[in-house]
């Protein structure tokens, strides 16, 4: 980057006299420098004379700083030290000890590093939230939060006094920024009110929803505590808003109004007074309205010499005017800047009359650049409200809005060509505190001490200049961080197009990190004077969220890792964890995949497992299946409803599996029903349904069924469930329980009984998912680990998890909701005519199953695969042709396999799968296509173990 | 995120809630005796108007009580909540 | 100093596009909505069946809808036969599409990854994968190691919540960019005859005797032979001015960007089960979209809530994404049917056309559906890929249901 003259290190020769903090050393571009506490990059850079700071996207061209706050186009900068963050603006990164930074090309760039920093979030709620804390601000927030309202005072920078802070302007006798500070220091005294500094509003949602984000420690550098969140996002719920978020002064296009040292008037007069930095020696001032000359006026006190203002009016405000002549200032009237020139960075300065002539070249190593002020109204805006266009201010100000919302001060257009007149802005303020208050509900105090303001000088009306008119528009600037120019604009209007967005899209106008705060007016402008129309009629492009960048790591806040989603797990996790199970994800449960012992891999641990419960005894943590208590003299009747079989006819002391559709007839869930008694059932759902299958019993019986006595209450939690598995169950289980009689007379399939396992109170279940003599002992999960340890504790039974589950209910052909059905799958398709009641006049999906696609007799049924080759394991996904040879696609499937293990049971491979009129097809021969291979296997029942169901009674 | 006023519990976040379509949908007295294209219509067909819908919501992280609103949906703005079983009121 | 940014500069556009038309009385086939589906069909009832007399009514600026706010992906693997018959036909036609229409659309193929973080995500898309290779389609099933290398930046460890197991990769697919896309049509159709009119919304279809004859906008009557909808977002109040209900609902759906970054991310990689969709545009700025809002809403902005969730979801995925910035986000009204699947074909009314419900995912079908759909309106017939998806599958119960295959399809 280019430097005016070699400064000693750590120098600084642009900073004023008499500037004082602490020494803070920065290293930018690779080199060293020295700033001062309370310095941003930007003031800082400037202070050692840096003019260029980065380099512009697609031309190259090099570029300073513009602005002194977050509407800055130009001077975007990467962060390297303390930790690298892509792309901020140096005029709103807060000089620390120890940073690194380096001007940017247009592209940041991300570490490759996990970032160590933590974000987090929090809901806050009040009567009146205020947006800046510059004059209107605090007046508005002061009178709410004195007559009591609880009030969030939010503002971007680190201290209050918004553009209080870049003047000399005195409230009280005394500089107006010491005004702020105190008054600011009184109200976050009170207990109902919060300040917010470092804490940009960014969105504003419906219902007066706003988030803010607070940067916490980014000022501190290295030295940021690492317990405290880095930033925060505010979620704010307020009752009413104002909005005293103030203006961004627009600049001109011109020929060269790129080049490093053309700066904003209004920044130029921040950088002298707040920052005490000189932007530069040598200015010429160009505007369009008054308000540059306070700013030529400081800087001219600071230092600067003025050489000239150009003022394109004939007539500006009397005052300054005279005020320039005392100061002995050249003022030209009607005159324009034609271009800014100078190699790398300004070196001079060519006016000329508005109406063309002879052209004067200045010498200069700033130019100064006001063409007025545009209120910020993007939260406005965002909220919903319209915008409407201000003749007098030359930019659209807030109009109707159907939110609690409304604007104060400049950011309403209150002081009008962008003199902002100090004490109007207070005023209103004040007034919108008072607004607010009333329409919160507040009583409302009947004076406003407002501070005491000096007398300003009348303003003159401003003229709306957008362009300096020239032959060759290819450096006039329109759009600095996009590139784009007066020529691009005029190419997109000549390409046909007439609105300002297809304007924008075509060129790229407005698109870039600065999301155009300077130049989206502009570029209506400009648009405008191409198309011969008033920028009233063309109105801007949308405002969207956010209003300056945020992190997408803000934004995450804790949510991420282990806290991303619950993690749910049982009572017995512990045990399993330290038996080594392999986990799997099943919706937010953690569940015991397989229980690998040493040497073992997946496959053969599964099958030993398999084994053990075929042959001997198995157990499995069964407690994640969601169980809903469902009461009341109806539930039978409820029950009847939702699911397809009958439940009202099953006995006190039996169960009875169920399946339950959607009303388009396809299967959605399904589990056992227990009757606990003629008022009372436990139903069971699958682990990942079982929170959707609570709200749809609850759905139907508060909008459908509202006099159908019965509620329900999810007892998932409330249980644990070891599922007893093998031939041998019933032996250890006796030996558990030894007063629970469990011979099959006593205790037959399908039943359930309460007994002492254990010495646990618990309720036994008869049930089996495996084809094997099985029961489900389910205990208070207080006692669930109990439980398992006193079944595991002779160490004959082998625990298992959801793969070996899975492997035997396949063998004996029972679906798994979400596995071998996807949505499209009826009961019959599923081979379960059976649990189809014929006798129920209606349940919730039967008249689905009469509609044309529902009863055709090619639809997929579940049916069983053989592998010809018993070693070959088709893979869970696998397609279904009927040739041998694969021809040219596309080629019809048939369907695919849902599942497929190797058994124990069977000796051999074997699949569950789908397919097209599939048990009109067993015995046939089908091909799977895997790989490059076409595996042949023969359609067979879905039932491919002990179909009599011998086994089940042990 | 809206502002729900829940008509048991008062104003909450919407992420409170879940979201049920269009309310005033009644399953049909006697399924078997529609026809095809009336049933698709129960199954698939709801309104959609711009402008004052009323739907369903379920305050499911709250009293989980489904309750009926009358919302703008070319603005959002919640008209008026009340029971499931009272009529639609009337509204602006 | 002449550091100049990879990427920074984006293809001209031409000096000539589209001249505003003013309406003309009555028109051979008017068009409502001047989106990607409505400018593509014009261009292709042009080109292909040489009908010119057309107008796209837009009842704002041309293709300001959801045209302009996708995130632009394109690929064709669906589950479903009938789904991969319209997208792999959109996918052929994008493949040669820059030269048809003269036109630099940043048409890239970088491949599109579709994540899966549970056992059963992976069963699911094997069978896609597998569904996709018997229709002639590129698919390949990924390990999370395969996924790696195709996308260096996933975290592929198990300490994620639901850690990537896998996933289907489609070489073909990718992103174009979206205004490009739309302005390539509407020049094209512009060139030959078809009329663009913006600002001018239609009001009214006029329906005499169950016959569509003509619509009434805000600029006045407009006669027409044959109506084709292209309303996205707004059909259903559209299709509501001749009576007829479609089974759609209308939701918020959000998109965002970053800032510029270097190139981090050479494909576009998809979850739906944590939720997040990504690529890396042209210029540099990480493209997202996130889920759609639930209620019901044709506010074309989302709520926040959802975009916090989708930026946990993205860290989760891609930790490096931390210190990046969202820029802008937006939102655009799709339109959601219960299939999530569309519905392109004839209406109960004659001579009134239908294309609607692409919801989430109809940018990447523009020059399918345009083909297809302009078809149906010059012939009274519907072509053979968009046949399946007639409104008549809601009565028969032949769904088209993607539902299975991704809650959000984009
Ligand atoms: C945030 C977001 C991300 C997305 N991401 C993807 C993606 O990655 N991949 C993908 O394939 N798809 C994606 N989509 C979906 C895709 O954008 C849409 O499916 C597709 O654009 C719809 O077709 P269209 O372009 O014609 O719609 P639109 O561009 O919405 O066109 C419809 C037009 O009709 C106009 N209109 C409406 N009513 C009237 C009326 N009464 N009179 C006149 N004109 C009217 C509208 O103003 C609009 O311009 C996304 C959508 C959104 C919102
Ligand atoms: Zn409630």
Redesign the pocket.
Known sequence: MSERSEPMSGAQPYRREGATGKTLRFRFDGRDYEGLEGDTLASALLANGVRAVASSIKLGRPRGVYAAGCEEPNALVQIEEPFPEPMLTATTVELCDGLVATGLPGQGRLADRPDPARYDAVHAHCDVLVVGAGPAGIAAASVAARAGARVILADERPEPGGSLLGTTETLDGGPGRDWAAREVAALAALPDVRVLRRTTVVGHYDDNYVIAVERRTNHLGAAAPADVARERVWRIRARRVVLATGGHERFVAFAGNDLPGVMLAGAARTYANHYRVLPGSRAVVFTTNDSAYAAALDLADAGVEIAAIADVRQAPGEAWAARCAGRGIELLTGHVVTAARGEGEVSSVEVSRREGGEAREIAADLLLVSGGWTPVVHLFSQAGGTLRYDEELGAFTPGETRQAVEAAGFARGVGGTGARTLRACLEDGAEAGRRALAAAGFAVPAGIALPSAGEEPAAAPAEHLWLVESDDYDAHFVDLQRDVTVAEVLRATGAGLTSVEHVKRYTTAGTAHDQGKTSGLLTSGVVAHALGVDVSELGTTTFRAPYTPVSFAALAGRDRGHLHDPVRVTAMHEWHVARGALFENVGQWKRPWYYPRAGEDMESAVLRECRAAREDVAAMDASTLGKIDVVGPDAAVLLDRLYTNMMSTLKVGSIRYGVMCRPDGMVFDDGTVIRLADDRFLVTTTTGNAAAVLDWMEEWLQTEWPDLRVHCTSVTEQWATVALVGPRSREVLARLAPGLAVDNDSFPFMTWRDAEVAGIEARVCRISFSGELAYEINVSSWFGLALWEAVMASGEVTPYGTETMHVLRAEKGFPIVGQDTDGTVTPQDLGMEWIVSKKKADFVGKRSFARADTSRPDRKHLVGLLPEDPGVLLPEGAHLVETSALPEPPVPTLGFVTSSYRSAALGRTFALALVSGGRERIGERLYAPVGADLVPVTVTSHVLYDPEGARRDG | MLLIPCPWCGPRDEAEFHYGGQAHVAYPENPAALSDEEWARYLFFRDNPKGLFAERWSHTAGCRRWFNAVRDTATNEIHAVYRVGEPRPVTA | MTLRTPGADLPDHPDRLWRPAEPKRAYDVVI????????ATAYYLAKNHGITNVAV????W?????????????RSNYLWDESVGIYEHALKLWEGLEEDLGYPLLFSQRGVLNLAHSLQDVRDSVRRVNANRLNGVDAEWLTPEQVKEVCPIVDISPHVRYPVLGGTYQPRAG?AK?DYV?WGFAKAAADLGVDMIEH????GLDVRDGRVTGVQ?TRGPIAAKKVAL??????S??AGYAGVSLPLQSH????LVSELLEPVHPTVVMSNAVHV?VSQAHKGELVM??GIDAANSYRQRGAFHIIERQMSAALELFPVFARAHVLRT??????VTPDASPIVGLTPVEDLYV?CG?????????PGVGWCYAHTVATGEPHPLNAPFSLDRFTTGKLVDEHGAAAVA?
């Not at chain 3, 001047?34 to 400018?39: A, D, Q, V």
């Not at chain 3, 001018?200 to 009001?203: D, K, P």
């Open positions: 409502v909505g001047g989106g990607g589906h409505g400018l009514l837009e009842r704002g041309l293709a300001g809808g959801n045209m302009a706010r996708n995130t632009t992906i394109i992103i979206h739309a001018c919304e239609v009001t906008t292209a309303a996205a977002g707004h059909s109040v559209v918020p759906l959000q998109a969709y979209g996130a937006w939102g655009g009204v799709v339109d294309n692409w919801g989430t995912g109809g940018f990447k079908a523009t984009h």
